[in-house]
């Protein structure tokens, strides 16, 4: 059965320091890949999506970027991070447009 | 381009209480129609799908779902909620056919609270 993998679960990060999440999907191939931020009151706003490796797509403009290195692995990051970038990141991944998506469980970020 | 429109952002009920919550969606292309339950700092969960055929869907945890293409509405009930129904539930759609980025459309989410 296919399993995603996020982590940390919580991360308390100062302003200006780099980020790194990961994600990573396992008992599959060449799924399409998602970055989401969900901020208070604000819904689900996806950040990147990917359908395969090195193909990264950038939704909004912002100081994050997104790589793919390895076919079942999505990675976040950030030079320097700031206080907006708070927030509730989720990963998910699908195979196609009738599946729906399939989440990870989320990594907490506060920025101090 | 498509959208959808969760038309409660809090749902009050009691337990044992029926409820509704209730999602428009707009789209120019045949759709899938999902939703989805958020507990508290976790990801979020599919409780069900509308792909084709039976307009009534019925999803896990005593959920389900009508889809009205005419109304273009896929409101999610339960004839029965616990205090473990509890959560924040999302409307998505996702075009039916073309492309190959499979993007879904959130709704901004309706917070379920259930008082005993």
């Known amino acids: 059965s296919q399993t995603i993998h996020q982590w940390p679960a919580t991360l308390v990060q100062p302003v200006g320091s780099p980020l790194s999440l990961e994600c990573t999907v396992e008992?599959?191939?060449?799924?399409?890949l998602y970055w989401y931020r969900q901020a208070a009151g604000r819904g689900l706003q996806l950040l990147f999506y990917?359908?395969?490796?090195?193909?990264i797509s950038s939704e909004v403009p912002q100081n994050l970027s997104a790589s793919r290195p390895q076919d079942r692995q999505f990675i976040l990051s950030s030079k320097k991070l700031l206080l907006s970038d708070s927030g509730f990141y989720l990963c998910?991944?699908?195979?196609?447009?009738?599946?729906?998506?399939?989440f990870g469980s989320g990594t907490r970020l506060t920025i101090v | 381009a498509q959208s959808v429109t969760q038309l409660d952002s809090q749902v009050p009920v009691f337990e044992e209480a029926p409820v509704e919550l209730r999602c428009n969606y707009s789209?120019?292309?045949?759709?899938?129609l999902f939703w989805y339950v958020q507990y508290p700092n976790q990801g979020l969960q599919l409780l069900l799908k509308?792909?084709?055929?039976?307009?009534l869907v019925k999803g896990i945890n005593g959920f389900e779902a009508e889809f009205n293409k005419s109304q273009t509405s896929f409101h999610l009930r339960k004839p029965s909620v616990h205090i473990s129904d509890t959560a924040e539930y999302f409307c998505?759609?996702?075009?039916?056919?073309?492309?190959?980025?499979?993007?879904?459309?959130f709704g901004k989410g309706t917070l379920l609270t259930v008082n005993p």
């Open positions: 008992g599959t191939s060449n799924p399409n």
């Open positions: 998910a991944w699908t195979y196609g447009a009738n599946y729906g998506y399939t």
């Open positions: 789209s120019s292309v045949s759709v899938y």
């Open positions: 998505a759609v996702s075009g039916g056919s073309g492309g190959s980025n499979y993007k879904l459309t």
């Open positions: 509308y792909l084709s055929g039976s307009t």
């Open positions: 990917s359908v395969g490796i090195g193909q």
